[in-house]
T-cell receptor, first 114, second 116 residues
Framework: GENVEQHPSTLSVQEGDSAVIKCTYS??????FPWYKQELGKGPQLIID?????GEKKDQRIAVTLNKTAKHFSLHITETQPEDSAVYFC?????????????FGKGTKLSVKP | NAGVMQNPRHLVRRRGQEARLRCSPM?????VYWYRQLPEEGLKFMVY????????ESGMPKERFSAEFPKEGPSILRIQQVVRGDSAAYFC??????????????FGPGTRLTVL
C-alpha cells in the first residue's frame, strides 16, 4: 500500500524567511496530494492541494510542487509569519478509484520566531 | 455554512466501558471518513462510509470497533470495551462526492478520547 514519508519533523525559521517541507510517496497510482495545517487542539485544515496533472500550484504565500517521476512533493511558505506556526501534514490518495482515504505523513512542526 | 461537527470534544472512559463518537458532515456532504491520531503522530485512516454503507473499513481494528452512517443523523464511531491504547484523537472528515477527481476532505475538530 501507499507510504508517505515527510521531512523534516521539526523546522524553526525566523519571521520573514521561507520554509520548505518535503514528502515522498511510494504508490505511483496516487494522484492527489493535499497539505493540511493543524494548530494545537484543532482539526487539520486544508491549506493547498495539487493533482497529478499539475506540476506546481500557488496561493499567495503558499506553493506546492510535484515531481511525479521522483514521487515527491513539497510545500513552500514564503515570508513566514508567527501565525504560520503549527504542525503541517502532507497526504496522498488515489482519486477516481474505489478508495478515498488519505495516507498522511507524520507531520512537521513549524516554529516561526518573531 | 457550518463545518464538520464532532461531539463530544473530550471523552473520558474507564477501561471496559464503551465510547461513542459522533460526526455530522458538512451540509450537502454524503461521504464520511474517520481517522485516528496518536500523540506526535500523523492521522491514520480507519473507515470510509456513505449513507447506510461502509465503503472501506480496512483501517479499522477487527474487534471492538464499529462505525455507521445512518440515513438520518450523524455518523457514529463506536468503541466497545475500551483499553488504554484506544486513547487518541479521533477525527472525522467529510466530502461531497467521495473518491472523484474534484472533491476534498474537510476535517472536524476531533474528539479526544482518554481511557483511564
Amino acid at each position: 500500500g501507499e507510504n508517505v514519508e515527510q521531512h523534516p519533523s521539526t523546522l524553526s525559521v525566523q519571521e520573514g524567511d521561507s520554509a520548505v517541507i518535503k514528502c515522498t510517496y511510494s504508490d505511483s497510482a496516487s494522484n492527489y496530494f493535499p497539505w493540511y495545517k493543524q494548530e494545537l487542539g484543532k482539526g487539520p485544515q486544508l491549506i493547498i492541494d495539487i493533482r497529478s496533472n499539475v506540476g506546481e500550484k500557488k496561493d499567495q504565500r503558499i506553493a506546492v510542487t510535484l515531481n511525479k517521476t521522483a514521487k515527491h512533493f513539497s510545500l513552500h511558505i514564503t515570508e513566514t509569519q508567527p501565525e504560520d506556526s503549527a504542525v503541517y501534514f502532507c497526504a496522498a490518495s488515489i482519486r477516481g478509484g474505489s478508495q478515498g482515504n488519505l495516507i498522511f505523513g507524520k507531520g512537521t512542526k513549524l516554529s516561526v520566531k518573531p | 455554512n457550518a463545518g464538520v461537527m464532532q461531539n463530544p470534544r473530550h471523552l473520558v472512559r474507564r477501561r471496559g466501558q464503551e465510547a461513542r463518537l459522533r460526526c455530522s458532515p458538512m451540509k450537502g456532504h454524503s461521504h464520511v471518513y474517520w481517522y485516528r491520531q496518536l500523540p506526535e503522530e500523523g492521522l491514520k485512516f480507519m473507515v470510509y462510509l456513505q449513507k447506510e454503507n461502509i465503503i472501506d473499513e480496512s483501517g479499522m481494528p477487527k474487534e471492538r470497533f464499529s462505525a455507521e452512517f445512518p440515513k438520518e443523523g450523524p455518523s457514529i464511531l463506536r468503541i466497545q470495551q475500551v483499553v488504554r491504547g484506544d486513547s487518541a484523537a479521533y477525527f472525522c472528515a467529510s466530502s461531497p462526492l467521495g473518491s472523484s477527481t474534484t472533491d476534498t476532505q474537510y476535517f472536524g475538530p476531533g474528539t479526544r478520547l482518554t481511557v483511564l
